[in-house]
């Protein structure tokens, strides 16, 4: 059984810091990347998780999770397991339709810590309308699949909804005080006595101060 759970936002987008041009490299409309900046925090969070005694990397298929976890992966040498139930809300206000994502082969020729033969627990429906019924549920559901099918401490990459929901999935109905939604925060949370604990939610290992967007 999983032990130790790293819940893990994406780094910062293109569009917050090229608000100007940045619809111009897009290849996917609803797939925005790393920014320069976002591609340094996950580095630097890469760097900061190699004191840490992760076995696993479970990351949402949208191309700035992937981006985060491969810097990760990277430098912990480990595979990632692309999961559906840590997407984005898939909120009809952010997208007019189910977005286009790449496929497992094309994410694997540009990530190459991608698990080839990991299959997504969940795959969501398109709309998602209601966060706490339908995105919580979803994100619960692989979480809860995850910790008893694997042992040892985790890494989520996600998005803001995904991540919020990780924490609330593992604390819930205690309080998920304490949790940390800026970009390429890290939050840890401690299986222990029978319960999850939140043991800290933090950006100091990053060199320049995030945002929560």
């Known amino acids: 059984m999983v032990n130790e759970v790293f819940v893990l936002r994406h780094?910062?987008?293109?569009?917050i810091d090229d608000k100007a041009y940045w619809r111009h490299y897009l290849k996917r409309k609803d797939d925005v990347p790393l920014s320069n900046r976002g591609i340094i925090q996950a580095q630097e969070t890469g760097e900061f998780l190699k004191k840490e005694n992760i076995k696993h990397i479970f990351s949402s298929p949208f191309f700035r999770t992937l981006q985060t976890a491969q810097a990760v992966a990277t430098k912990l040498n480990l595979p990632i397991n692309v999961e559906y139930g840590f997407i984005?809300?898939?909120?009809?206000?952010?997208?007019?339709?189910y977005p286009e994502l790449l496929s497992?082969?094309?994410?694997?020729?540009?990530?190459?810590?991608?698990?080839?033969?990991?299959?997504?627990?969940?795959r969501p429906e398109y709309p998602e309308t209601d966060y706490e019924g339908v995105v919580l549920h979803r994100v619960k559901k692989a979480l809860d699949e995850i910790i008893t099918t694997y042992d040892g401490s985790i890494l989520i990459v996600g998005h803001g909804a995904s991540t919020e929901s990780a924490a609330k999935a593992l604390m819930l109905p205690d309080s998920w005080e304490g949790f940390n939604g800026k970009m390429c925060a890290l939050n840890k949370y401690v299986y222990d006595d029978e319960k999850w604990s939140f043991a800290y939610g933090t950006t100091e290992h990053l060199s320049a101060e995030s945002i929560l967007n």
């Open 11 to 15: 780094g910062i987008r293109l569009d």
């Open 88 to 97: 984005e809300m898939l909120n009809p206000d952010w997208f007019p339709a």
């Open 104 to 122: 497992k082969e094309e994410a694997a020729s540009i990530f190459p810590s991608i698990n080839r033969d990991y299959e997504s627990i969940v």
